[in-house]
């Protein structure tokens, strides 16, 4: 079971136009299931280039433990993300996350550290502020990856 809220934002009261103009967003997650729980912060801000497309970037926290496994994934991502019409949102995303695993297991402790790319295309439904979609990760390895599979529904919040 998966639980994700968006609670993140911010105003920023700078009297240059740049700043006037990015949006801030970002979510928090918290999932429980047997054995384990994980959370997960990811603040980000876009910047319009036209009325239509958007660039921007991404910090990325994660942390779980389930049974005798302790993950923490860090990194951060580039986005950018196209309106061809006011309700829908196509978009594409480069995360490169470190991942610092370890697990107990007798006689000794197991720790697998690693850089985990993933290339993301989604596509939305875009209300207001809020975008609800589903995105696929090209790059996703079955092996390695934190992410439960390739494809993963999504929520994006800005303001």
């Known amino acids: 079971m998966l639980l994700t809220s968006l609670v993140f934002a911010q105003s920023y009261t700078n009297n240059s136009g740049f700043f006037k103009r990015v949006r801030y967003g970002g979510s928090l997650g918290l999932g429980f299931f047997n054995g384990g729980f994980n959370i997960n ?28 496994e302790k993950l923490l994934a860090y990194g951060g ?28 297991a007798f006689p ?6 690693y850089w985990l790319p993933a290339l993301f295309l989604g596509v939305g439904y875009s209300t207001y502020n809020v975008t609800f979609g589903l995105r ?18 999504f929520v994006r919040v800005y303001f």
């Open 136 to 153: 696929y990760d090209l790059l996703y390895n079955d092996n390695k990856s934190i992410y439960g599979n390739a494809l993963m529904p």
């Open 77 to 104: 991502s580039i986005l950018s993300l196209y309106n061809p019409i006011p309700d829908i949102q196509i978009s594409a995303e480069f995360e490169q996350l470190r991942i610092n695993r370890s697990l107990e």
């Open 41 to 68: 912060v990811s603040p980000s801000a876009i910047y319009p280039l036209t009325n239509e497309f958007y660039a921007g970037a991404s910090l990325n926290f994660n942390y779980a433990k389930f049974n005798d």
């Open 108 to 113: 000794t402790r197991i720790e697998d550290n």
